[in-house]
């Protein structure tokens, strides 16, 4: 199993901010002098450099692939797929030498925890491609009338895909597709196949409701571990 996250890992965004989480003043358990950190533990991130959008904070999430509790919350794995507050993933590095090595349920007194399955000893990252991954959109010709972006998404072990849209002041999560404007085909995150393309839209409607300046259109394909990637689609609206 994956090493445990504590307070002296290295967090990062996918911009090169650095994450922070606090330290409990009371901990209970630690490692290396770190204290093990747990689901629902509150970060906050400095320098990111996404001027449009900055990521600025992160909530801890357990994949519950461990049984390992801590105050009746779940460890947090180095492996556990994290997000910014901007919806897109967080790097994190570990150093010291412990291991989770609970199963989802615990494992009886005297007995060995089973070998992993091959997913999740798999710590390959998916591999994401984006056709175009340039556009530009002008509001005086109106052209092109239409934008799309394909993206192909590939792992031998997909979980899951998220699509989305950041743009001066903010970030919105298009994934579902109910986002009046950009079609999503197909919706929801769904990822079952080893390789599966899932284009965006982008109308000409929708595309004079952008304000000038870049839109980023990123597309975060997440493997059975947790491991993630994440390429952006890049539009000028000028």
């Known amino acids: 199993m994956p090493q445990l996250l504590t307070t002296n890992a290295q967090i990062k ?3 090169g ?19 093990v950190l747990v689901e629902g533990d509150t970060g906050v991130i400095a320098g990111c ?8 904070s992160f909530t801890l999430r357990s994949m519950h692939y461990n049984a390992t509790r801590i105050s009746s919350r779940h460890a947090v ?6 997000l910014t507050t901007t919806f897109l993933p967080l790097l994190c590095t570990e150093t010291h030498p412990a291991m ?30 984006v056709a175009p991954p340039v556009a530009a959109f002008n509001h005086a010709t109106q052209t092109p ?16 895909w998220s699509l989305t849209h950041v743009s001066t002041g903010g970030a919105l999560d298009v994934t579902s597709g109910d ?3 950009p079609t999503v085909v197909p919706a929801g995150g769904s990822w079952n196949s080893p ?7 982008l109308n000409t409607a929708y595309l004079n409701s952008l304000v000038t300046g870049q839109h980023l259109f990123y597309l975060t394909a997440v493997s059975k571990r947790g491991i993630p990637v994440a390429i952006p689609a890049t539009l000028t609206v000028a």
Request: glycine share 6%; net charge negative.
């Open 13 to 15: 965004c996918l911009h």
């Open 17 to 35: 901010g650095t994450g922070t989480v606090p330290a409990p003043s009371a901990p209970l358990m630690t490692v290396s002098n770190g204290v």
């Open 49 to 56: 450099t996404l001027g449009i959008a900055p990521c600025v």
């Open 77 to 82: 794995l180095v492996t556990d797929f994290q």
């Open 100 to 129: 989770d090595n609970s199963t989802p349920t615990a494992i009886a007194p005297g007995q060995d925890a089973p070998p992993l399955p091959p997913e999740l000893l798999d710590v390959t990252p998916p591999i994401v491609v």
């Open 145 to 160: 009338p239409t934008v799309a972006f394909v993206f192909t998404i590939s792992s031998a072990f997909p979980r899951q």
């Open 179 to 181: 986002i009046p404007g």
């Open 195 to 201: 390789t599966q393309i899932v284009t965006i839209s």
